[in-house]
């Protein structure tokens, strides 16, 4: 049985909650293994509208057991908020494990982040201002505290008594800011994991035993590779690995096991925060693309803030299924196209007079980039009834094979709105 990926090509914001929302009821295990709330899955099912943060999506699926492994850092109290409101809904959290090796955020963590993002003026790298990037940092510096330190109120008051030490030593001199109690902060966190605690746990035989027994088990991607702490616009990036390495990383499934990547791509491209964008366009252009007034428009789940958008980058997303290894891509929101008489791919770059396929690695230098685009035309016909890949219009057939031709992978999902049967399966994914 597969082990299947489905991870983020762009910027996050992809798309990616849906597609796992789809292919969740094939899996019986569904693993997501990197990134925080700074994470915003939108899911429209049956049940309702969900705005997930850290629960894999997975949950909707009584018979699928979800995993929260340790790549991903966790903010508990946004967990135990996501965990009540779906009971209030009557979706069952007892199938969710949280592996006690995942880090947690704490609050100096999001004060820092706020902190340091305020101090550095026009630099800021637009961050989600939820403490991820300490978080991480803090797990890189061998002083995090993990999920399964929150059950033992020895190592937790340990562990906390020397973190917090040196923590007010830079928030209050550094920063000015107040320092933060120990008795307070051990108190709340203590609370925490006695909220968690049925569901933290060594993951390790969950995800082994489920390896042996073949059962399908689906890796649910955060953010996308262009933020990937190595591949993407470094420093414009998360603090994580979204791509296929962090899969293996954040879940402790080897490489070997992997069968198979999916890349979930826009039919054109986002971004939130700073960063270069080659392929960005403003005015009437992006006010199409972002179809404000509708609930799908392009505003960032977790921070509201209106994304930034442009036409589809093929030379970034090439790279993307290149170092993920994807073979397999859902394309979405394919709809939100409908109206345009012509659509742009960008095939290529110009840098001076030399032509290059590929993204430069220096920020400074992808700036300078000249998109190369060719124009396709569009359909001017709505596609969102449409669940069969031949009943398409022939332009918007020739758009997406364009852009499979261009990623040099095979189509598996094209999406056409934003509930789950919109959706054209063009090959077996799962
Ligand atoms: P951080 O992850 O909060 O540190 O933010 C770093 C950068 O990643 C910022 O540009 C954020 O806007 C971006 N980012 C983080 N998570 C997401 C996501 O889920 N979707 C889109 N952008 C994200």
Redesign the pocket.
């Known amino acids: 049985m597969p082990v299947v990926a489905v991870i983020?090509a762009q910027?996050?914001?992809e798309g990616k909650g849906r597609i796992v929302d789809l292919l969740a009821s094939r899996a019986r295990l569904v693993i997501r293994y990197s990134?925080?709330n700074?994470?915003?899955h939108t899911v429209i099912n049956d049940l309702g509208a969900f705005k997930l943060h850290l629960m894999p999506s997975g949950i909707f699926d009584a018979n699928t057991v979800n995993v929260i492994g340790h790549g991903v850092v966790i903010n508990p109290e946004v967990l135990i908020g996501e965990i009540d409101h779906l009971q209030s809904k009557g979706i069952s959290t007892a199938k969710l494990f949280i592996s006690d090796r995942a880090h947690i955020i704490m609050p100096y963590h999001i004060l820092q982040?706020q902190l340091q993002e305020q101090s550095r003026g026009d630099s800021k790298?637009?961050?989600?201002?939820?403490g991820?990037?300490p978080a991480y940092a803090d797990k890189m510096d061998r002083i995090g505290i993990r999920a399964g330190d929150l059950m033992h109120e020895e190592t937790l008051l340990g562990r906390l008594r020397i973190v917090l030490e040196e923590k007010n030593r830079l928030l209050t001199k550094l920063y000015g800011a107040q320092a933060f109690s120990l008795h307070d902060v051990y108190l709340k966190y203590l609370d925490f994991g006695r909220r968690l605690a049925d569901h933290i746990t060594e993951i390790h035989p969950i995800v082994h035993r489920a390896l042996e027994k073949d059962i399908p088990i689906l890796m649910e991607g955060?953010?996308?590779t262009l933020?990937d702490v190595d591949h993407g616009t470094y420093p414009?990036?998360?603090?994580?690995s979204p791509g296929a390495a962090g899969v293996c990383q954040g879940s402790g499934i080897a490489p070997s096991h992997l069968n198979s990547v999916i890349g979930v791509y826009k039919a054109f491209v986002s971004?939130?925060?700073?960063?270069p964008f080659p392929t960005e366009v403003d005015g009437a252009e992006a006010d199409a693309l972002r179809q404000i007034g509708t609930p799908w428009a392009e505003v960032?789940?977790?921070?509201g803030?209106l994304r930034r958008v442009g036409w589809f980058d093929a030379v970034l997303a090439r790279y993307a299924a290149q170092i993920n290894g994807i073979d397999t891509v859902a394309i979405t929101k394919l709809d939100v196209l409908d109206n345009l008489p012509s659509i742009k791919i960008c095939v290529g770059y110009k840098l001076h007079d030399a032509a290059l396929d590929y993204p430069p690695s220096t920020i400074a230098v992808l700036e300078q980039v000249e998109p190369i685009y060719e124009e396709l035309p569009g359909w001017q016909t709505p596609t969102s009834d449409i669940r069969d890949f031949q009943a398409l219009p022939e332009e918007a057939q020739a758009y997406v094979a364009r852009l499979c031709q261009l990623i040099g992978a095979r189509l598996g999902i094209v999406s056409v709105g934003p509930s789950r049967d919109q959706t054209v399966f063009v090959s077996d994914v799962f």
């Open positions: 983020g910027w996050g914001d990134g925080g700074n994470a915003g982040d790298i637009g961050t989600t201002g939820r991820i990037g955060a953010q996308g933020l414009y990036v998360t603090s994580s971004r939130v925060g700073g960063g960032g789940t977790t921070t803030r």
